[in-house]
């Protein structure tokens, strides 16, 4: 064991670990409400997963949907939510956010953050993930928390070990470059460390079946958060269902994301055997476990210029353009050059957008029970206008959406359901919000809500 003892030791209010969205609005809220706060980023630079993601948050009754003239409220979020959670989530946790998401919203906009787009994403039964420019966001927070004169950030700090004094969490071991040091809390300590799609090994205890899904996310998410709570008897909610996200070119490399739901346009899904597997409306985490037992784990999203028509640049998910211009498409003015180009089944796949078009243009369910765009909203267009394109994509694990139980006031829970004092826990690294899939928008959403709640919990705790 450790001799923690002797190691430098530094008296803060809160001290906030990892550096996306959960941990900066923690910080954030933390210094601003008052308390002496430092942030502990393992990696050199901030930002995680999230500042690898589409920018894309789901809110409820915003302004912005407003003036698109789309109807929304904080109970239809929730409801959806529920939804596609398949009803495992913790109640209490959704209608904390739904309590909770205009107000962050509103925190956000106030700070200059401005969100420009809006589209209809997984889960949702209207349109409600609300994009913008996910650096400006970060840096916006970076900047917003070094302004309230209470803040530090010290990146290249791995914090590795929480200590307790037997009735509360009462600070954390770290190691950086400088050596061994020990930060004590006067208030509480915030994990914020993310998920741990980076772990080939807790991927293996947790979702065995997810390990073909090719490894994502921000490269410090090896679950190191999970394992300092869990040494304290930290309960798990929702383990059970990790999986990988699917549609995103088998060659994409961290620097730039490639993910694209054409599907959710109007493509529908095929293996190499020109063959759907799955019906292309539900959550694009359904149709990754699906896509991963497909030979090669492969599914070409196949579309024509009527999609084709529908990209938006610079939106995540959406943007055709980005992938055409860097040649990740097939394309070609036939479906049997299309398929020859692709290396499909020809034969099998003409028969499959015949079936497919077939049931569009009767108005009926296909065969895979498919009947709108995503989540029965949308109407399906038939495939028949060239060109026509496939895009090649695979499943990534690009988060695992699973971990800490916690109440609504971002309080870790122990295996038993009590709380553990000082100990707070907000993002990807908590379990509970999402169930069994997540809503589009949703992570960063949550992530940015329950890190407000936790900085502030955590602040107001201090003695
Ligand atoms: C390609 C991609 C696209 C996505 N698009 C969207 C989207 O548009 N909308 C949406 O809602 N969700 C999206 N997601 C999911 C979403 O981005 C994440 O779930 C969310 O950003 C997680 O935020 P977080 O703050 O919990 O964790 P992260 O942003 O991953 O931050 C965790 C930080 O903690 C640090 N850390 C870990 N361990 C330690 C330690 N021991 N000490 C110190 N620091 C540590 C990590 O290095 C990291 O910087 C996407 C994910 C990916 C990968």
């Known amino acids: 064991m450790e001799d923690d003892e002797g190691a430098r030791c530094r008296v803060v209010d809160v001290v906030v670990i990892g550096g996306g969205i959960a941990g900066l609005s923690a910080a954030l809220a933390a210094a601003e409400n008052g308390a002496d706060t430092v942030l502990l980023e393992k990696r050199p630079l901030l930002g995680g997963s999230t500042a690898m993601s589409g920018g894309l948050f789901a809110f409820a ?3 912005e949907q407003l003036a698109q003239g789309i109807s929304d409220d904080p109970e239809r979020l929730i409801r959806d939510l529920r939804d596609v959670g398949g009803e495992r989530n913790d109640i209490r946790l959704l209608e904390a956010y739904g309590r909770h998401q205009t107000g962050v919203h509103r925190w956000m906009k106030a700070k200059g953050i401005t969100f420009d787009v809006i589209k209809l994403g997984a889960g949702q039964s209207v349109a409600r993930s609300h994009h913008t420019s996910i650096h400006e966001v970060l840096e916006t927070f970076q900047a917003a928390f070094l302004d309230t004169g209470r803040g530090d950030i010290l990146p290249d700090h791995r914090a590795v070990r929480l200590l307790d004094e037997g009735s509360r969490v009462s600070g954390v071991v770290v190691e950086s470059p400088g050596g061994r040091s020990r930060f004590d809390v006067r208030g509480g300590v915030v994990i914020a460390t993310g998920g741990f799609s980076r772990s080939r090994e807790l991927l293996e205890i947790f979702a065995p079946t997810q390990t073909g899904a090719l490894p994502y996310g921000g490269l410090g998410n090896t679950g190191d958060g999970l394992r300092m709570a869990w040494r304290l008897g930290a309960g798990f909610r929702d383990m059970g269902y990790v999986s990988g ?5 088998p060659e994409t490399g961290p620097e730039q994301q490639e993910l694209l739901c054409a599907f959710y346009l109007g493509a529908i899904i095929v293996n190499k055997a020109g063959q759907r597997f799955v019906d292309e409306s539900l959550s694009y985490k359904v149709i990754g476990d699906a896509c991963l037992r497909q030979p090669d784990g492969l599914g070409f999203q196949v579309f024509d210029s009527r999609v084709r028509a529908k990209s938006t640049p610079g939106v995540a998910l959406n943007d055709i353009d980005f992938l055409e211009d860097k040649g990740r498409l ?28 077939d049931a569009v ?19 399906r267009s038939p495939i028949t206008e060239p060109p026509f394109y496939a895009y090649p994509a695979k499943t990534l694990m690009t988060s695992t959406y699973c971990g800490l139980t916690v109440t609504p006031e ?12 000082g100990l707070y826990a907000a993002g990807e690294v908590t379990g509970g919000f999402h169930g069994i899939a997540p809503m589009t928008g949703a ?7 329950f890190g407000r709640i936790a900085g502030c919990q955590a602040a107001n705790r201090r003695s």
Request: charge should be negative; include cysteine.
């Open 410 to 421: 971002a309080e870790v829970l122990d295996v038993e359901g009590s709380v553990i004092a």
């Open 443 to 449: 992570s960063l959403g949550m992530g940015t809500a």
């Open 61 to 63: 009754g915003t302004d």
């Open 245 to 249: 996200t699917y549609g995103s070119h």
């Open 330 to 357: 097939f394309i070609a003015d036939t479906v049997d050059e299309l398929a020859s180009a692709a290396s499909i089944d020809g034969a099998e796949l003409k028969d499959t957008i015949a079936r497919y078009n």
């Open 361 to 379: 243009c009767l108005g009926r369910a296909d065969e895979f029970g498919r009947d709108a765009l995503c989540n029965h909203v949308g109407e």
